[in-house]
């Protein structure tokens, strides 16, 4: 599809995903910098690549990320869900999941 569609930001932002999910990281991400290039105003890349960060503990982009996705649109449940989330690891606070599990390790 994205050779098909190469300036699709949607499919795009998918495959970086995909990618960086499969453990391709640096082309996962290289292809969710193109997806901004091509459309900076994209809700779904800022949010992608926040959560990146936040997977890789840079809390403090990933709040950036979060916030600029937000920017956009408001109403992002999983942004918002996010955010909330990133800034309790900022405070030092023990982040759990729903589970019980700790999210900081």
């Known amino acids: 599809a994205l050779r098909l569609c190469p300036k699709d930001v949607p499919i795009r932002v998918s495959y970086g995903v995909a990618l960086w999910m499969s453990g ?13 290039a091509l459309d900076p105003d994209s809700v779904e ?24 996705a937000l920017a956009l ?3 992002h449940a999983e942004a918002v869900k996010n955010l909330a989330l990133a800034r309790k690891i900022q405070k030092g606070a023990q982040a759990t999941a729903p589970d019980g599990r700790s999210l900081v390790k």
């Open 45 to 68: 890349a800022h949010y992608n690549l926040g959560m990146i960060d936040l997977a890789e503990k840079r809390i403090g982009e990933a709040i950036r990320k979060f916030e600029r």
């Open 24 to 36: 391709q990281k640096e082309p996962g991400l290289e292809s969710l910098h193109r997806a901004l």
């Open 73 to 75: 649109d408001p109403w």
